[in-house]
């Protein structure tokens, strides 16, 4: 009953001859607060036995704003915790003498309740610094219950006939024996306690003001909820690899930001498409975007950004080529059901779902294209699945005009990405092997349900790593009831912000200590939708997260082998049906992604070449600041599809800053405009008045060429 607390509460000596009846009686509360303390705050310091006596313990450390009253006849404060749920709080009066308790326990009586001070209590902001404590306490109740008039149940004169008679008479309490402990620490409160028990604890601090901030990584998602996909996904890890979107903000304005938007494209096209009737299938489809969420967090150590979504539906143009053992090893790599129909349309759901919002309020576009050789022949079997089941044209091009080929595509993917995504191929991609590029893209433009206002972003503290000096970056804040989880598993808090079209939301994902993102890196492969939102409660939270953009641009083939995606690489690829009689393999694939999230909401593309890789993007309150580095995605739920998932961990400066904690406003004037993801592959920052985007493409080789495919010096986007 007590979560293994209390293992022995009776003895054998207390449960003598005599003894003919133990009532035992059992309470265990463990509370989250609703104001955590940030962890990274703890600190030693001195805590006063007396006016001159001090140990050293340690102190937590939060501002807030928290009930409070100052007590003058009592000459004491009274301040109020409460849990997550509003049913429970913790009240804690602290004498203003360091050895005033005695006489505050001592003026406490009938004539002065409690009850009539916590009546009194306003809301105040509060700095306040207490100490992490723990104890386990045992005593005897009798002689207190005899001292304060229950005297007869321990004496001859008791009457508890109710209960049992003996041969010798009434029953009476020899004793009255109780055992308690608590527990508090930053995250929150565990008390249990055995028989009958009260636990008040009275303790105080000094004070010392700090901020709430989301100072470490965390993760967030925008998803679509009545068909649960995932529409993006994200990870944000390191500040200082990602520039602000918008250096103004040291202007106050009563005008709402702009939605960041999202956008992808890819040049292997696969379609989050789930059957909604079959649950199971929908939830294996997603362990695809777990599998590379894992890869990618292994291969990259700072920001990165993908596009589930895009690199799907790019697989899916691949899937529909291949043939034998290859077919096999992208269905089993995407977890399809053996039912290439069923397959097809667990695939297709999602690319039905994207094309179905086209509002002012939330804009999705997932298209792809088969970009093929006029010297070949099509073959008609490919050209007709793809455009029946995944709204994918085939595109005849003449390829001896690389340059033609390339701007053509460039220019189809900035069309599609609304210019997030400019140039995704260069010249160099394609050469006289080459017959087919494949690509799909994805773009996102949604609106917040609930914006933030321009007025309240402040620029402040992120902290990329636990020993690293803040890295100022535009805060967004705002208050607003959601879905919120604490993931005891994880470690991390779990919050859903729905955009205007509430079947897309992103979800974020912090890690509850400030180094906590190498350990949720180590279990990304546990951030799994729908589970990872499921039992969530709706909260009031206090919310503050970094304004950001990004741009990742990653090549596919080592992660999706390091999946288990090899033959489709190798000169044993079975590729037979984009053309009549030849043969072919991926030669690389690249995928590109760009968002961008601001006060108004969330703009994203993404876009692949025969590449892959991830993007990620009414209860009670509680305050939550993304000042770390974070996990992020943008979801679609009727799906379950994750159009975009990623992981902050910095936001990048330029010039020479003061730093942690003054020249916040000058110091944000040198802030570049755009947010950029940075990985061993730089890619140059958007303009900051363009959306996010993603985009994947591959090309199509024949014959397959040893020395072309050994080649690592140049980044080319191929498929086959």
């Given at each position: 009953?007590?979560?293994?607390?209390?293992?022995?509460?009776?003895?054998?000596?207390?449960?003598?001859?005599?003894?003919?009846?133990?009532?035992?009686?059992?309470?265990?509360?463990?509370?989250?607060?609703?104001?955590?303390?940030?962890?990274?705050?703890?600190?030693?310091?001195?805590?006063?036995?007396?006016?001159?006596?001090?140990?050293?313990?340690?102190?937590?450390?939060?501002?807030?704003?928290?009930?409070?009253?100052?007590?003058?006849?009592?000459?004491?404060?009274?301040i109020r915790l409460p849990y997550l749920g509003k049913k429970f709080a913790m009240y804690i009066l602290l004498p203003n003498n360091k050895t005033g308790l005695d006489v505050l326990i001592n003026n406490l009586g009938p004539e002065r309740p409690l009850t009539d001070y916590i009546a009194n209590m306003t809301m105040t902001s509060i700095n306040l610094i207490m100490p992490k404590f723990e104890f386990d306490f045992t005593t005897s109740l009798r002689p207190i219950l005899e001292k304060i008039g229950l005297v007869d149940m321990f004496t001859s004169a008791a009457d508890l006939s109710d209960i049992a008679e003996t041969k010798s008479g009434s029953l009476v309490v020899s004793n009255v024996l109780q055992k308690a402990g608590i527990s508090v620490t930053e995250i929150g409160t565990e008390a249990y306690a055995a028989s009958v028990v009260e636990l008040?604890?009275?303790?105080?601090?000094?004070e010392e003001p700090i901020e709430f901030r989301a100072d470490h990584p965390f993760l967030f998602f925008i998803e679509e909820e009545k068909i649960k996909t995932t529409v993006f996904v994200g990870k944000v890890i390191n500040p200082e690899k990602i520039k602000v979107v918008d250096d103004k903000i040291n202007v106050?304005?009563?005008?709402?930001?702009?939605?960041?938007?999202?956008?992808?494209?890819?040049?292997?096209?696969?379609?989050?498409?789930?059957?909604?009737?079959?649950?199971?299938l929908q939830t294996r489809l997603n362990f695809f975007d777990a599998d590379l969420l894992k890869e990618l967090s292994k291969s990259s150590s700072g920001n990165f950004l993908v596009?589930?979504?895009?690199?799907?539906?790019?697989?899916?143009?691949?899937?529909?080529?291949?043939?034998?053992?290859?077919?096999?090893?992208?269905?089993?790599?995407?977890?399809?059901?053996?039912?290439?129909?069923?397959?097809?349309?667990?695939?297709?759901?999602?690319?039905?779902?994207?094309?179905?919002?086209?509002?002012?309020?939330?804009?999705?576009?997932?298209?792809?294209?088969?970009?093929?050789?006029?010297?070949?022949?099509?073959n008609d079997t490919y050209t007709k699945t793809i455009?029946?089941?995944?709204?994918?044209?085939?595109?005849?091009?003449?390829?001896?005009?690389?340059?033609?080929?390339?701007?053509?595509?460039?220019?189809?993917?900035?069309?599609?990405?609304?210019?997030?995504?400019?140039?995704?191929?260069?010249?160099?991609?394609?050469?006289?092997?080459?017959?087919?590029?494949?690509?799909?893209?994805?773009?996102?433009?949604?609106?917040w349900k609930n914006e933030f206002q321009r007025r309240n972003t402040r620029s402040r503290c992120f902290y990329p790593e636990p020993n690293?000096?803040?890295?100022?970056?535009?805060?967004?804040?705002?208050?607003?009831?959601?879905?919120?989880?604490?993931?005891?598993?994880?470690?991390?808090?779990?919050?859903?912000?729905?955009?205007?079209?509430?079947?897309?939301f992103m979800v974020v994902v912090l890690p509850f200590k400030k180094d906590g993102i190498n350990q949720l890196d180590l279990d990304s492969s546990r951030l799994v939708f729908p589970a990872l939102i499921q039992n969530m409660k709706l909260l009031e939270v206090n919310l503050s997260m970094p304004r950001f953009s990004m741009e990742f641009e990653s090549e596919l083939p080592p992660v999706l082998k390091e999946m288990g995606l090899n033959e489709v690489f190798s000169p044993k690829a079975k590729l037979p049906y984009i053309f009549n009689n030849k043969q072919g393999k991926i030669s690389e694939m690249i995928h590109k992604a760009v968002i961008e999230v601001t006060e108004k909401g969330t703009k994203a593309a993404a876009g692949s070449g025969a590449s892959v890789?991830?993007?990620?993007?009414?209860?009670?309150?509680?305050?939550?600041?993304?000042?770390?580095?974070?996990?992020?995605?943008?979801?679609?739920?009727?799906t379950q599809a994750v159009l975009f998932m990623g992981r902050l961990s910095t936001v990048e400066e330029t010039g020479d800053q003061d730093r942690a904690g003054t020249g916040y406003d000058s110091a944000l004037e040198a802030l570049q405009p755009n947010n950029q993801l940075i990985t061993s592959s730089h890619v140059p920052p958007q303009p900051a008045n363009k959306p996010n985007l993603h985009v994947s493409h591959g090309a199509l080789n024949y014959p397959y060429d040893p020395a072309q495919s050994s080649s690592t010096t140049r980044r080319r986007q191929r498929v086959f």
């Open positions: 009953v007590t979560e293994g607390h209390i293992q022995h509460l009776v003895s054998e000596a207390e449960a003598h001859s005599n003894t003919v009846m133990l009532l035992l009686n059992a309470v265990y509360f463990n509370g989250l607060w609703e104001i955590p303390f940030p962890d990274n705050q703890t600190a030693a310091g001195p805590f006063y036995v007396n006016d001159r006596q001090t140990i050293d313990v340690q102190l937590m450390n939060t501002t807030d704003k928290f009930k409070y009253y100052n007590i003058t006849e009592l000459d004491a404060q009274l008040m604890d009275k303790f105080g601090g000094e106050p304005t009563t005008d709402k930001t702009q939605p960041a938007e999202c956008s992808g494209a890819s040049c292997t096209a696969v379609d989050d498409r789930i059957k909604d009737e079959t649950e199971a596009s589930p979504a895009s690199i799907k539906t790019l697989l899916a143009l691949v899937l529909e080529a291949a043939d034998g053992s290859t077919f096999t090893e992208i269905r089993n790599l995407l977890r399809l059901s053996d039912n290439i129909t069923e397959a097809r349309m667990q695939l297709a759901d999602l690319q039905t779902a994207l094309q179905r919002s086209t509002s002012s309020r939330v804009i999705v576009d997932c298209v792809a294209q088969a970009f093929v050789s006029k010297a070949l022949v099509t455009k029946d089941y995944y709204d994918a044209e085939v595109n005849r091009q003449d390829f001896n005009q690389p340059q033609v080929v390339t701007n053509y595509i460039n220019s189809w993917i900035n069309t599609r990405t609304r210019g997030l995504i400019p140039t995704l191929l260069d010249q160099s991609f394609i050469n006289r092997e080459t017959y087919s590029i494949l690509v799909s893209a994805v773009y996102f433009d949604g609106k690293v000096d803040c890295q100022l970056t535009p805060m967004m804040t705002k208050t607003e009831e959601l879905l919120y989880r604490f993931d005891v598993a994880l470690d991390a808090h779990v919050l859903r912000i729905p955009y205007q079209e509430e079947r897309f890789v991830p993007l990620m993007h009414s209860l009670d309150s509680i305050r939550l600041e993304l000042n770390r580095p974070f996990y992020y995605f943008v979801c679609e739920a009727d």
